[in-house]
Antibody, heavy 120, light 110 residues
């Protein structure tokens, strides 16, 4: 059974930093591109970032470019999101999601999310 | 970058058919696959349609997807509505490696 479990969500002050983790199981992690998607409570979905299977290529939404860094450790079946210079508008539930990796960017499995609150 | 525009909300009665649209602001809707996700309150999104019109296993055939190049839009159609279909629905597509979600449509089945 495919499982994705995010962790690391906390309350942090504006300007602070945080690293989210996503532990993957039930599939061959290094065969899949992975994504982070966020959702402000009560609002819509916003794509944040993706990383290719071997970690060689990463892409970011304009809203987080230069502040967030996606990475992965295939030996640990883990995905990460380093979040720096956090702003109040970064407050959201952060999901990690598996890309079916068929070229269509279909996100076929999602975690339960980690809540990040940026507040003073 | 482009925007995907969805109606904010739709409502329909059980047993009826509803269609949710997703209009791409620039670039051809047919150039990149469209996915549709269902999100029930308190739950993570799940796929109901991928690659324009494909249904994952376990999704009933009451759900169907289509593309209309003339209106540059994608559509999700749900027939034989059930109360359990009440949820938020999001379309998603991409351009190069930039991913875009629509703003979401709240479906009320009443």
């Amino acid at each position: 059974e495919v499982q994705l479990m995010e962790s690391g969500g906390v309350v942090v002050q504006p300007g602070g930093s945080l690293r989210l983790s996503c532990a993957a199981s039930g599939f061959t992690f290094h065969d899949y591109t992975m994504h982070w998607v966020r959702q402000i409570p009560g609002k819509g979905l916003e794509w944040v970032s993706l990383i290719t299977r071997d970690g060689s290529r990463t892409y970011y939404a304009d809203s987080v470019k230069g502040r967030f860094t996606i990475s992965r450790d295939n030996s640990k079946n883990s995905l990460y999101l380093q979040m720096n210079s956090l702003r109040t508008e970064d407050t959201a539930l952060y999901y990690c999601a598996r890309d079916k990796s068929s070229g269509s960017y279909h996100l076929d499995y999602w975690g339960q999310g980690a809540l990040v609150t940026v507040s003073s | 970058n482009f925007i995907l525009t969805q109606p904010h909300s739709v409502s329909e009665s059980p047993g009826k058919t509803v269609t949710i649209s997703c209009t791409r602001s620039s670039g051809s809707i047919a150039s990149n696959y469209v996915q549709w996700y269902q999100q029930r309150p308190g739950s993570s999104p799940t796929t109901v349609i991928y690659e324009d019109n494909q249904r994952p296993s376990g999704v009933p055939d009451r759900f169907s997807g289509s593309i209309d190049s003339s209106s540059n839009s994608a559509s999700l159609t749900i027939s034989g509505l059930k109360t359990e279909d009440e949820a938020d629905y999001y379309c998603q597509s991409y351009d190069s490696s930039n991913q875009v979600f629509g703003g979401g449509t709240k479906l009320t089945v009443l």
